[in-house]
């Protein structure tokens, strides 16, 4: 009786203690556990400069207003319009359209011109008193249009890579960029959304010279924005505006956030970033950035709010796009889609957006500005001042979380794989051959 009675407070006294022990035991390996789901990663610093290589920063340049002076841009649109005026109200007679309707109707022009193709959501009310004149146009030859005008906005792009592409801004030129290729006018035609691999940027060593980007004879006024290789302008970027006859020299320096090989192997909740090829959260992109996440939710917004899309969204899946009627309503929540924030609780009205795991800050030092006889001359310089360089590396791996999560059981319960291989061993090799073979034989 009393050995029975020893017997029972013995277990219990070892169930106490394994619980007492696995208590600790599975506090600790939660944390481990999150800090692997969640955060295994640390941004650290770089310093051996001279083995770096630095990107030219991303150039786009937007035009802002017709000139009007240009006699190849007024061409192009007088033609368009002198083609087109089938839509117009006033005429009727397609004989006589192009020299009465263009020449009497070229102030209304260039006025309803910029008024839609470089307008933005704020300003599109405007548009109201265009609908007279020019409300049949069709709303896909808007682009047509947007196309047309800022097909020459410069004669000499020097080597760069120079990339006529939609932005919501219109039809932009963007130099190296390895994203400016995916929105091209004919890729939008063609609804293509291949993904393009190697793709090569200008990159130079810590030891060459500055380099530095020329861009002569630019016909048109424009806004400049300076971005990362892999990312778009977008309508909260603040720009520099380059008049028209004046020369514009820009001083740049550029950060560089990298991220460590190691990183691709975790998972994107893990490293909270996303490379360019991970676009499957986008619908109207083959590729990944910031950016473009967030122009997508504007997209959205914009589709809920106005039942359309303007002319420089992407339509892949028949949605509307805007006519001039349709556009205004934009103006009605211009806040909201520029920001993606409710102008009354300002809540947002965008999702989560994962960050880029690649990202240049470019960092504008200085701009000089003078007056200028001819057409309007740009010239930017890449500085290789930066001493620090960003890098995002795995600090906490799954072989360090096995390690912990071994070194726990082992210290807790003096158990190693050996002894789990032996448990298995007597919960079913043993038993089986041990205990049912034996019943078998009897």
Same mark, same amino acid.
């Given at each position: !009786? =009393?050995?029975?009675?020893?017997?029972?407070?013995?277990?219990?006294?070892?169930?106490?203690? !394994?619980?007492?022990?696995?208590?600790?035991?599975?506090?600790?390996?939660?944390?481990?556990?999150?800090?692997?789901?969640?955060?295994?990663?640390?941004?650290? /610093?770089?310093?051996?400069?001279?083995?770096? =290589?630095?990107?030219?920063? &991303?150039?786009?340049?937007?035009?802002?207003?017709?000139?009007?002076?240009?006699?190849?841009?007024?061409?192009?649109?007088?033609?368009?319009?002198?083609?087109?005026?089938?839509?117009?109200?006033?005429?009727?007679?397609?004989?006589?359209?192009?020299?009465?309707?263009?020449?009497?109707?070229?102030?209304? /022009?260039?006025?309803?011109?910029?008024?839609? /193709?470089?307008?933005?959501?704020?300003?599109?009310?405007?548009?109201?008193? %265009?609908?007279?004149?020019?409300?049949?146009?069709?709303?896909?030859?808007?682009?047509?249009?947007?196309?047309?005008?800022?097909?020459?906005?410069?004669?000499?792009?020097?080597?760069?890579? $120079?990339?006529?592409?939609?932005?919501?801004?219109?039809?932009?030129?963007?130099?190296?960029?390895?994203?400016?290729?995916?929105?091209?006018?004919?890729?939008?035609?063609?609804?293509?959304?291949?993904?393009?691999?190697?793709?090569?940027?200008?990159?130079?060593?810590?030891?060459?010279?500055?380099?530095?980007?020329?861009?002569?004879?630019?016909?048109?006024?424009?806004?400049?924005?300076?971005?990362?290789?892999?990312?778009?302008?977008?309508?909260?970027?603040?720009?520099?505006?380059?008049?028209?006859?004046?020369? !514009?020299?820009?001083?740049?320096?550029?950060?560089?956030?990298?991220?460590?090989?190691? /990183?691709?192997?975790?998972?994107?909740?893990?490293?909270? &970033?996303?490379? +360019?090829?991970?676009?499957?959260?986008?619908? %109207?992109?083959?590729?990944?950035?910031?950016?473009?996440?967030?122009?997508? &939710?504007?997209?959205?917004?914009? =589709?809920?709010?106005?039942? &359309?899309?303007?002319?420089? %969204?992407?339509?892949?899946?028949?949605?509307?796009?805007? +006519?001039?009627?349709?556009?205004?309503?934009?103006?009605?929540?211009?806040?909201?889609?520029?920001?993606?924030?409710?102008?009354?609780?300002?809540?947002?009205?965008?999702?989560?957006?994962?960050?880029?795991?690649?990202?240049?800050?470019?960092?504008?030092?200085?701009?000089?500005?003078?007056?200028? !006889?001819?057409?309007?001359?740009?010239?930017?310089?890449?500085?290789?001042?930066?001493?620090?360089?960003?890098?995002?590396?795995?600090?906490?791996?799954?072989?360090?979380?096995?390690?912990?999560?071994?070194?726990?059981?082992?210290? $807790?319960?003096?158990?190693?794989?050996?002894?789990?291989?032996?448990?298995? %061993?007597?919960?079913?090799?043993?038993?089986?051959?041990?205990?049912?073979?034996?019943?078998?034989?009897?």
């Amino acid at each position: !009786m =009393l050995r029975r009675l020893m017997d029972s407070y013995i277990l219990i006294f070892w169930i106490i203690c !394994m619980i007492l022990v696995s208590i600790p035991c599975v506090i600790i390996g939660k944390q481990a556990w999150n800090r692997y789901r969640y955060n295994p990663t640390v941004t650290g /610093i770089l310093r051996d400069q001279q083995l770096w =290589l630095h990107t030219f920063p &991303c150039v786009t340049i937007c035009p802002t207003s017709l000139n009007p002076d240009s006699d190849f841009i007024m061409e192009v649109v007088y033609e368009y319009f002198g083609n087109k005026s089938y839509h117009v109200h006033q005429i009727n007679d397609t004989d006589e359209i192009e020299e009465k309707y263009v020449a009497g109707n070229q102030s209304l /022009i260039q006025s309803f011109v910029n008024s839609l /193709i470089f307008g933005n959501f704020s300003t599109y009310k405007q548009l109201g008193k %265009y609908k007279s004149d020019f409300d049949k146009i069709n709303s896909h030859e808007y682009l047509e249009l947007n196309d047309l005008i800022t097909s020459k906005i410069s004669k000499d792009f020097g080597h760069w890579n $120079a990339t006529r592409t939609i932005t919501e801004f219109g039809v932009c030129y963007s130099l190296n960029s390895i994203l400016a290729k995916y929105s091209t006018v004919k890729k939008w035609r063609n609804k293509d959304m291949s993904f393009v691999k190697n793709y090569k940027v200008q990159t130079y060593a810590q030891t060459e010279e500055e380099p530095i980007l020329s861009l002569n004879d630019i016909v048109m006024e424009a806004n400049i924005y300076f971005h990362s290789y892999n990312e778009i302008p977008t309508l909260l970027q603040k720009s520099l505006h380059l008049p028209q006859n004046y020369r !514009m020299w820009i001083e740049v320096n550029s950060e560089k956030h990298a991220s460590a090989e190691d /990183i691709r192997s975790l998972s994107i909740e893990q490293r909270h &970033c996303r490379f +360019t090829d991970e676009s499957d959260n986008l619908r %109207y992109s083959p590729v990944y950035s910031y950016n473009l996440c967030r122009l997508e &939710c504007r997209m959205r917004l914009a =589709l809920k709010l106005c039942k &359309c899309f303007p002319f420089y %969204y992407r339509s892949l899946y028949g949605e509307p796009i805007c +006519t001039l009627d349709e556009m205004m309503c934009f103006s009605d929540y211009d806040y909201e889609l520029i920001h993606l924030v409710n102008r009354t609780t300002r809540q947002s009205l965008c999702g989560m957006c994962d960050a880029n795991c690649e990202a240049e800050i470019i960092k504008i030092e200085s701009v000089n500005i003078v007056d200028w !006889m001819f057409d309007s001359v740009l010239g930017v310089v890449l500085q290789f001042d930066s001493e620090i360089r960003l890098q995002r590396v795995v600090i906490f791996s799954e072989t360090d979380f096995l390690v912990q999560v071994g070194g726990l059981f082992g210290l $807790a319960y003096g158990i190693g794989i050996l002894s789990v291989v032996e448990l298995f %061993y007597f919960c079913t090799l043993r038993f089986f051959w041990g205990v049912i073979l034996t019943r078998i034989q009897k």
